[in-house]
Structures are given as structure tokens and as C-alpha cells.
């Protein structure tokens, strides 16, 4: 039994929205292969650095800052949106235009008939505690982990056990709730209990947490108050549409179900063929319990989904060719039950061969998002692709693989790829009675063997009354499979028993109910397609970009520089002139007109800092090209032209630095093409 | 007094959501300039016809259809979203990009505290009625013209008065709660009566629309139901944020509070200095009573916002000159005041000069928008720029100009403009006590009066106890002028009346303050900025566009064509072969490769359709060109290029056409360059 078995197992989004699993946890303690330094340095990963530049540049800061913030809420400042509307770009090109995908942009509000169907409004939810006397609020399994993991760690502190650095940036990526350990020894048998407890975390239900709260005198470590039983709340933000109250709301959890609801247009938009792919960007809602990871855990939130309809017995991908090469850093479920998170490199098409991932289509839409992943600057060495267990999946899923990136909050689920089966689509069709289906000309027609229910209409009706229609529709519309127990059941026993869409069980008798087998000649196949849906937490993936680019100069660990490719880079170049003098401030101006012009994003800092601070500034944005003025240019009509990462400067006539900041900016030339049109320089060092 | 004061004064965007002011309705009984054929061709506009294309081409569509649908929500299907995301990046480059704006991207769900000083909570609201019986609500002032109207028709009617199809026209563009007319003659006097207050319907508050309904006997058109009072309602969509109940949140009504709040953080990414802009694109709710003009009137839509900062004693702009020969078509409020709705021509230059538009900055926004709808494939003789009329502004603002573009619903405000000076970062930075201002170093010091308050503290305190540190602080921070007031009344009568900023008025006696003169030498110059404020609401400009770029072929009404220019086209390239040959098919998919590896967005239409139809149907989609495969494309290697409103063709090789479509949507050559490049062709003929 799992907690949230809908956001875990239905929606394989949401996963990625659980901190981490027990097999990434498991990996914090066992060595793996993605050791790689985290900088460009030697400076080790300073957190507090990082942070403070995020801030100071206001890539994104707490939402409503001076009224005093709400926990899960963030603004995006300057740099951080256009980070954002960059990554965004980059994948609306990668997916939508290259993929001839169908783009849609539905309302955040959605009915809540919409999520009742969908199971949101009955499983979408947590479970929570509270302080018996303060009232204050917890996430049950949360605060059970936290409190547990404090009395290992004082217990391996009693035992005179060195922490391992590994176990040490596990907790610290938590973030949940700190709690202090006192260093206490334990019984060998409660170590053991304990240990298996937080393996399986993600896997009671609240009551199971109630129990185990009260077993282990889990309390509230700040104020020792009892916790209360733990109840549930759905992580839906409620509202009313329009004044009479009685129309009931709800902010998408998910961009998903606005795709389903509109299949059937989106399906004769496609001329009636399978496949192909429709795909949303924007934002999405969950009314966490108690956010405390920064960017990674937030209640209002930008996604990108794409759902690719497929039939269900042919899930090939005519591009997979172009793809099977792709190497993919795997971690197959059949590795995880082991125990282990050994990563095994092989390439898409071996995967696909081998069976270990299930399908052409899942296999085509992994290997597409690790280009992806890594065209947008993701660190390859820190990226891997984990599988779902079988008991993380739904029942119908046929295959789940998360990217999950790596940061300093550990292994984090960035992006979901499921095969999610027929589920949707068949859950809606049957409670709106719309066919959501396709219906594909045989290329001959074909005999098929059926079964047909033939009713006693009146006595059927005397029988079930009000229930006769839906259970006739019910009894009509079954698998083969399952009609035929009933059948046999009728033949054996002159009676069955059914259960109705509606939960309820029905008893059938023999005298009025028969069932037939008949030949059918079929002209046309007629079926709900799969769907293979790709979701990807833009939040998450931007702020392990931003990690992942962050490092600081080896001559001085104060200047922080953000390598974020040019590709998505907030600002492309910088323009600087090395004095106040007005003749060169009219040239700065009219380099940005000119640049602006060819559509690349520049900025012009004329403020009286030095060169090297204001070098140093842009560095922190990212910004991966600038242009200096200085005399020479007024009198030779040259200006020099540096690069971020190495700092090195080329010079050249101003439109031909122009042109291959375009150039550089558009990624037809790299930095060695720039030194082939331009000349070397060294007039100016890049120091405060 | 007017109903929605909050919304129709303070926020000049709500005025966009208003459906017509009663200038603009004059406009329809009286000739005005605009009267351009709406179409290319002799077919008169079909509101039926162009709704079944957008309908059937799945521009957009009620959302949760299969569900019965909510009013007021609309689902964008894929030409629709691929439109709306051209037009915002179109937006993003004419605005953001060329005009080094600072983009933000703040969150949705907003403290209630927030709203609440931006006086959303309090005045955000319209009124509303409902059928004393059935409980059917009405928006009461709808409700009351909707009725007067109808009466006004039965009179003419009755009188045998033809009606003019302006007013036609009129009525249709409403779209309220249609109400019947019955043929009765009205007294002479009642219809003066009812003319003058339709001419004032906006102006009513709730009580007086409750003494109207009562008066004029209004009922529910269709039971005949009395209708209950009046009551408030607020259009915000409300929340609760976490678990606790006792956050209280709402959806934004407009994106402008999330750039206030964040004014100090953008401040400071400047460098300090105004003036600049902040940019957002993003979604905004409004809980609609009853909302029934498509996405015209929608509870939840995109907008775009601009707040740019200036110094309220310099509204100068640095690039007016570049832009002073753009010519609106103005509609100032001294016309509207003399119950005329005469255009004028006039460059923003003469219009700034002559002082009809208040300043250079809201000049420069008012001739940037004009070219950015003009770029876009608005229709310039159906836009006009109307200015408020002094009654329709906030006492605060300097001046405000809405965009109104023609379509079959009238005049409708689709961007306003607004001079909005310091009153949001004032009132903000009064509630939370952060400096919400710009801070100038004089070039040299100055010396200024000023007046100082002196306390008898002890006895303030005595006298005023919890309420003296608030009112020390209003009356130290009060503006010379006022305090000039309190200290003659001091001195004159040795008490004073001061209002503090709770509402309450407190006497205060010169025994307790005396206010002096001193004179200060000041370094720095101090000022909370002004805001200009151009607003977008991009749902309302896409549905204008799509009506003025609709049109049918003349030889055909039934063959309906979207002329959207291709920079905003969803699609840009239709691929079409004429047989269904497989070698054809292969080529057709090698031509799309290449038009998406230089991100030119196409579609394949390999359906078994007529080349006709296929054409039919990509004319109803907007896409401008199309490329057609035939068996000379294997012989010669070949294809032709057809142009959507002329359905010229012309043929070339298959690399050439490319490059041709490259260059076309591009914009870099139109189709008289595209001829320079190709040969025409008149092989095919474009039937079905």
C-alpha cells in the first residue's frame, strides 16, 4: 500500500515531485559512477555562494518578499525568466516544431467533474499531523523520516561511527524540517527496524504512520507535544466558478487531463490517424503541506507535457532509427530490487533490443529528452534514467522511467516518461459517453469470433429497474475475456455475479440473461490508443542547470560564474565601455541597437563600476559574450570581444564582432570558429 | 459614482473587459470613418460561418466539452495556441527585446494581504441579482439595459421606425441575455427617460440599479420573477494556500502587483536608475457573473503588462524621436465629451506637441502599440486609440488611452494605456514599510525649506496611547503643503483636524506639536516613480485578428480563408502531393525534414483528400504558402509554391522553393521577391 498512490503510481509526473526515492536514497551510501567534481574548480560546491548569487541577481527570490513570503511561492526575476523562456524555446523547438506536435493551451481551472474522473479529487492527497496544543503542521511521512533518521545518527554517534560524507549530503538535501540529534545508543534490533522503516517510507498509508507514530513516541522534537492522528488533505487549490457556488473548481494539478478531454478534436485534427503527439506548456498547482526545498517542491509550478497517442498493438516510432545510438546512463528496476544503483551506459537501441526498456515510442522519447537534457547544458555525468519498480507503477502502466538529475539536494526526478496504457482515455469516454477512440480501415475485412448478450428486456427490467440500462450498456460493452466467465458462470451455476461501473455487484440469472457466441465480419478496427507521456518539471530542471553551471574562479572563490550555454543564457552579450567619455557611450548604445537588431539579447552596463566588477557581474548572469569599447575603438572602429568561461579576448572591426557574436550566439560557429575571424587580444586584464 | 469604480478606474485593463463604453456605443447609430468593406470579397461577413471554422479547424473550443462546458473558459486547440504563441513572440521581441525591458514571471496565487492593499479585496466586484424563484443570476446592470433596450425596440417598432443595421449591429455585439421585444409604444417622455439612463448604465452603483429595477418594474424576462436587491461580488477567484485554512489567497486579476511588489529587486538590477520597464506575459482570472461573449469575455485569459518607471518630473522618452511620425487614429476626450466620436489622424509627435496625449512616454507606448497590431495583421483602419474622458479615470492618473479594434462585437478596448503614477508603489510601500523608491544624487547640493513636527512626546502619548507612534509617523512624513494646513490651524486656532491613514480624524493641540520651518541641504534626491502602463489582453486582440483576416473566395462563400500574416500564421507551409504514390510520399516527408531543420513549422497533408480540398482546408488554417509534389518533382526534381490569398503558383527546384518559404516567412522578401526567384507556374489548377 503506498501513501499517495495516485500521485505516486497514476501520475508519473507527481513522482518527480516526491524528493527522492528509497533507490536514490539507497545510492547516497553506495559509491556510483557520478563522482565527477562539481566545479570547474577546486573550490568544493559552496551552497551558500550559489544561493546568494540566485538571489542577488534575482533569478528567483521568495513571491511577495516584502510582505513577508509564502513557503512554495516564487517570482522569477529578470535573468530567471528569460532562463526560463529560453529552456522553454529550446523545447518547444526540440518537441513541438521538430515533432509536429499538436500544441494546446487549456485552463488552469478545471471542472471538478474532470478530476473526479480522473481519480484527483478522491487520491490527489497527503497525509498530515498536527502539534496537539501549537497546531502546527506537518507531512506525517516526513516528519516520521526526520525524526527516525535523527536517532540513527545518534545512535552511530554513540557508537563512535564517522558519518560518511555521502549519508551527510543525503540529509542535507532533505531540507525537511531539522531535526537535532542527541547522540543516543540503540538497541541492535530497533537499528534494524528503524533502518527498514525508512526504506520503505513512501509506503504506509496514514494510518500505518499513525501507528507507527505512536509505537516509536514520534512527537513534534521542537515542543514534545503529541502529534494528532494523521488525516488526509488534497493537495488541490479549491475555488467556486462563477457566483452561485454550486460549479466546483479546481487548479490543474497536472496539464494532462486538459489533453485527454479533448482527444476526439485533436484526433480528427490528425485526420483520424494514430500516431501523434499532443503537447502544453504551463503552469500547474499542488497545495503542498509544508515546502521546504526551494524551486524543487512549490505549490504553483511551469510544466511541459507532451501525451503521444500510439496504437496499443504497434508501438513502434518511425524515428527511432535516428535515436537507437543515443547512450543512456540506465538504472533498470531489476538492478533496484537488488538493492544496488549500479548505472549500466548503453545505447537506446540495445535497451529497446534487450527489452529493458519496454518499447520503440518510450525508448524514442528517452533518448530525444537526453539531447534534450543535455543541449540545454545539463551535465551528462550527472543525469540518469531510473525505472520504475513494479510495485511505483499503476496497475495498467506497462513502463515508467524517470530522469532523474543529480544536485546538491541528491538525485532528483526531473522529468517522467510513462507508457500510461488506455487509462485515460478509457476513464473518460466511459463517464462522459464520448467515444475516445480510433477507428482504422481493415486493409481486408475479417471474420471475428464475438460473444453477444441477448436480454429478457421486460423481466430485466422488473429486475434491475432503474440499474437495467447501465447494466445492459455494462454487459454489451465487456471484453471477450471477461464475458466469458459470465457465460460460463450462467451455464454452470444458472447465475453470475457482475460488478457494475459502478462498484456495486449485481447477481445475473440464466432466464435473463443468455450469452451467444457469434461470427462478425469486421470491415473497420476500432480502439482506444495508449499513451506514452513525456512530463517535465521546468522549475526542477532549471535550477539543476543553474547548479550544474555554477562554479567559481580558481584565483578566487568570490567570483561565481554561471556557464549556462548561449543557447539559453538570460542575456547573450554584455556591453561595457572602459570610461564614462560620451563619445563612447553613443557607440555602446548603438552596438546594443545593432545587436538588438539581429535579435540577440545584450545588455549595457554604462554604470561607473571597474571593468573586472563589472565582468564579474555578468559572469554571475551567465552571460556567455562581451563587447568592451575603449579609445581604440573611436579611432581604429575596433572593439574587443570576451568569452565567459576562459575569459580569453579576440578584437576586430565592430561589425565583424557583430557577426560573430551572431554567429556564436546562433551556434553555427563555437569559440575556435570566433579565433579564425577574429584576432587574439590581450590588452586588458580580466581582473577587479 | 460607478459600479465597478476599482475596476474601471484604478485598473484602466478592466475597462478593456467592459464590452463598450457609451462613447463607443454612440459610435454605432452615427457614420463614422471606418466603414471599410470587411472582407476581400463581395460576401458580406458571416459571424456563422467564420465560428464553424475556428470551431471545426479547433482554433478553440469551450473547455471540458465532453463535459458540457463551463462559460467564460475556452481550450486553445493547436492553430489556435500556435497563433496565440506567434503573437506573444512577436510581443516578446517588439517589446521585451528591443526595448531591454526586465521580464518577470510571478506566481498566479497571491497573498490576499497584497490584494487587499492594491484594493482588489475591497472594490473588485460587480453587482449582482438574482430571480427571487429560481435563483438565475444576472449582472444587474446588464440585466436593466438588456430590458430597456428590449422596450426601447418594441417602441420603435410600434412607432413603425425602420431600425438602422448600425444599431443592429449593436444589439448583436452585446450578446447579453438576448431579451425580446414586444411591439408596444412607449410615452414620449419614458423613452427620454430610458435613453438617458442606458447612456449611463455604467455609472449606477448597486443600490441605484436595485431603485431602477424597482422603479421601471424589471423582472426576469423569461419566468417574470421579481429579482432580489443588488448584492456585491467580488471577481476574484479566492483559495486557501497550505493546509491551515488561515492563508488566505486569490488568483491575480492582472499580472501588475507581482511587478510592484518586486519594484525594489528590478530597481536594483538597473542599477538603480529610471527609467525602465518590467514585462510580464502570463495568465489572469476573473470570476465573471455571466459571461457570454467568447473570448471576449472569459474568466480565465492571457495578458501582457508593461510597467515602466519614470521620473515623475521627466516624462521625457530617449527614442520618442524615432517613432513621432507614426500616425493613430485618436479619439480624445474632449470629442467624446461633446457626444461625437470624429476620429483625428495625427502623429504621436503633433499629439504630444499639441498636448492631447499628456507626455512623450505614454506617446512613445501609444505609436509602439499601434506598430506592433499593425505588424501582427490588425486591420488599421479598424483600430482606433480612444482616450478616458475624466470621469473614467482614478483621481490619481494623468492619463489614460485605450486601443479599441473593430469586429462584429463593436468597438472593443483590447489594450490600454495608462499614466498610473505613484499610486501603487505608494500605497504598497505605505502597507509594508519598505522604500519603494529611486534615490538621485544631485549634481549639486540644494538647499530646501522644509517643516518639521516637534512632540511634547510624553503627553502625545498620553493623549493618543496605541494610536501615537502611527500618527507621529503620518504627520513626520506628511507633504509640506498639508502640513502647512495643520500648522496654521495650530497656530490659528491651537488644535488642527488631521485624518490618519486608518480613516479616523484625531484632534491634535499645539500643546503637544508644534511644526517649525528649517531649511536643509540635500544630497540626494528622493521620489517614488511613476508608472506608465501599457496592457494587453492578448485573447481579445487573437480573436480580432481572426475576424479581420477572415474573408470568402468570390467565386466560392462556402471557401472561407484566414489572411494571417506569416509571421503569426500557426502554420507556415502546407506539404501536399497530388497522388498518393509512394515515392511522392517519401518526398513530401523529406521536404518537411528540411523545412524543420531551419524551423519553419509545416504540415504534411498525405490524406487521400483532393488537392483542392487540401488547399481549402490550409486556407481555413491561415497558412500562407504551400509546396505541391507531383511526378515531375521525380522527373525534374521540382515542386511548386502556392501563395494562400492569390493562389499564385509558381515552380522551381525543390532546394530553391526552401529557401524561398525560408525567406518568405522570414519576412526578408515578399511574393514579388519570391517571383524574382521562381518561375510561375499555372499547371494545377486551385479547384477542388
Redesign the interface.
Known amino acids: 500500500m503506498r501513501i499517495r498512490p495516485y500521485s505516486s503510481l497514476v501520475r508519473p509526473f507527481s513522482r518527480t515531485f516526491s524528493i527522492m526515492s528509497s533507490a536514490a536514497a539507497a545510492s547516497n551510501s553506495s559509491p556510483n559512477d557520478f563522482t565527477q567534481p562539481l566545479n570547474k574548480t577546486a573550490h568544493a560546491f559552496d551552497k551558500n555562494d550559489f544561493d546568494a548569487i540566485l538571489s542577488r541577481?534575482?533569478f528567483f527570490?521568495p513571491?511577495?518578499?516584502?510582505?513577508g513570503g509564502?513557503?512554495?511561492?516564487?517570482?522569477?526575476?529578470?535573468p530567471?525568466?528569460?532562463l526560463?523562456?529560453n529552456i522553454l524555446d529550446v523545447w518547444?523547438?526540440h518537441y513541438i516544431?521538430?515533432e509536429?506536435m499538436?500544441?494546446?493551451?487549456?485552463?488552469?481551472?478545471?471542472?471538478s467533474?474532470?478530476l473526479k474522473t480522473s481519480g484527483h479529487v478522491d487520491k490527489f492527497a497527503d497525509w498530515?499531523v498536527k502539534d496537539s496544543k501549537t497546531?502546527e503542521?506537518f507531512r506525517a511521512d516526513h516528519l516520521v523520516e526526520a525524526v527516525i533518521e535523527a536517532r540513527l545518527k545518534g545512535d552511530k554517534e554513540a557508537r563512535g561511527v564517522t558519518e560518511q560524507p555521502a549519508e551527510e549530503e543525503g540529509d542535507k538535501k532533505k531540507k525537511k524540517k531539522k531535526v537535532k540529534h542527541v547522540a543516543i545508543k540503540l538497541e541492535d534490533s530497533v537499528v534494524e527496524e528503524y533502518e527498514s522503516l525508512l526504506a520503505q517510507i513512501d509506503n504506509y498509508t496514514g494510518p500505518e504512520l499513525g501507528e507507527l507514530m505512536k509505537k516509536h513516541k514520534i512527537v513534534n522534537p521542537e515542543t514534545g507535544n503529541d502529534m494528532t492522528e494523521p488525516v488526509e488533505?488534497n493537495l488541490m487549490?479549491?475555488?467556486?466558478?462563477?457566483?452561485?457556488g454550486q460549479?466546483k473548481?479546481y487548479?490543474r494539478p497536472e496539464t494532462a487531463q486538459?489533453h485527454f478531454?479533448?482527444f476526439?478534436?485533436?484526433l480528427?485534427?490528425n485526420?483520424g490517424r494514430v500516431p501523434f503527439a499532443?503537447a502544453?506548456i504551463g503552469?500547474s498547482?499542488r497545495?503542498?503541506?509544508?515546502p521546504r526545498q526551494g524551486l524543487l517542491r512549490v505549490?504553483?509550478f511551469t510544466m511541459a507535457e507532451i501525451e503521444h497517442y500510439v496504437d496499443p498493438t504497434d508501438k513502434r516510432h518511425a524515428r527511432f532509427n535516428e535515436v537507437k545510438s543515443v547512450k543512456l546512463a540506465l538504472l533498470p528496476k531489476d538492478v533496484q530490487q537488488e538493492g544496488k544503483t549500479d548505472l549500466t551506459s548503453m545505447t537506446v537501441g540495445d535497451a529497446v533490443g534487450q527489452k529493458i526498456i519496454d518499447n520503440e515510442t518510450l525508448g524514442y522519447f528517452l533518448a530525444r529528452t537526453q539531447l534534450f537534457l543535455e543541449k540545454i547544458g545539463i551535465d551528462p555525468t550527472r543525469l540518469r534514467c531510473r525505472q520504475h519498480m513494479a510495485n511505483e507503477m499503476a496497475h495498467y502502466a506497462a513502463d515508467c522511467w524517470d530522469f532523474e538529475i543529480q544536485s546538491s539536494f541528491g538525485w532528483i526526478e526531473c522529468v517522467g516518461c510513462a507508457d500510461r496504457s488506455a487509462y485515460d482515455l478509457t476513464v473518460?469516454s466511459k463517464k462522459?459517453k464520448?467515444p475516445l477512440r480510433v477507428q482504422q480501415s481493415l486493409p481486408e475485412p475479417r471474420v471475428v469470433d464475438k460473444l453477444e448478450c441477448v436480454f429478457e428486456a421486460k423481466a430485466f427490467g422488473l429486475q434491475f429497474r432503474k440499474d437495467a440500462g447501465m447494466l445492459k450498456e455494462h454487459l454489451s460493452t465487456m471484453e471477450k475475456e471477461q464475458l466469458q466467465v459470465v457465460k460460463d458462470d450462467l451455464e454452470k451455476n444458472g447465475s453470475a455475479k457482475v460488478q457494475g461501473p459502478d462498484g456495486k455487484t449485481y447477481e445475473v440469472t440464466s432466464d435473463l440473461l443468455s450469452i451467444n457466441p457469434i461470427t462478425v465480419t469486421e470491415h473497420i478496427r476500432e480502439f482506444i490508443p495508449n499513451v506514452i507521456e513525456p512530463s517535465f518539471g521546468i522549475g526542477r530542471i532549471l535550477y539543476s542547470l543553474l547548479e550544474h553551471s555554477f562554479w567559481a574562479r580558481e584565483q578566487d572563490k568570490a567570483r561565481g560564474v554561471l556557464s549556462l550555454p548561449s543557447v539559453v543564457a538570460p542575456i547573450k552579450c554584455l556591453i561595457v565601455c572602459l570610461s564614462q567619455d560620451p563619445q563612447l557611450r553613443v557607440l555602446i548604445h548603438d552596438i546594443?541597437r545593432k545587436l538588438?537588431r539581429i535579435?540577440v539579447?545584450?545588455?549595457?552596463?554604462d554604470?561607473s563600476a571597474s571593468i573586472g566588477k563589472k565582468y564579474a557581474r555578468n559572469d554571475e548572469l551567465g552571460t556567455p559574450f562581451g563587447c568592451t569599447v575603449d579609445f581604440a575603438s573611436l579611432k581604429n572602429g575596433t572593439i574587443t570581444l570576451r568569452e565567459r568561461d576562459s575569459t580569453a579576448q579576440l578584437i576586430g572591426p565592430i561589425d565583424t564582432v557583430i557577426s560573430v557574436v551572431d554567429q556564436l550566439v546562433k551556434g553555427t560557429i563555437d569559440w575556435q570558429g570566433a579565433t579564425e575571424q577574429l584576432d587574439t587580444y590581450s590588452g586588458v586584464q580580466d581582473v577587479d
Open positions: 541577481r534575482f527570490i513571491s511577495f518578499e516584502i510582505y509564502v513557503a512554495g511561492l516564487y517570482d522569477y526575476g529578470p530567471g525568466s528569460a526560463q523562456a518547444r523547438k516544431i521538430e509536429d499538436l500544441e494546446l493551451d487549456t485552463t488552469i481551472m478545471t471542472l467533474d474532470v498530515m497546531g503542521i488533505f487549490f479549491e475555488s467556486n466558478i462563477g457566483p452561485t460549479v473548481g487548479l486538459g478531454v479533448n476526439a478534436r485533436l480528427e485534427f485526420n499532443s502544453q503552469k498547482f497545495n503542498e503541506i509544508a505549490r504553483e473518460h462522459t464520448q546594443s538588438r535579435g539579447s545584450s545588455r549595457v552596463d554604470s
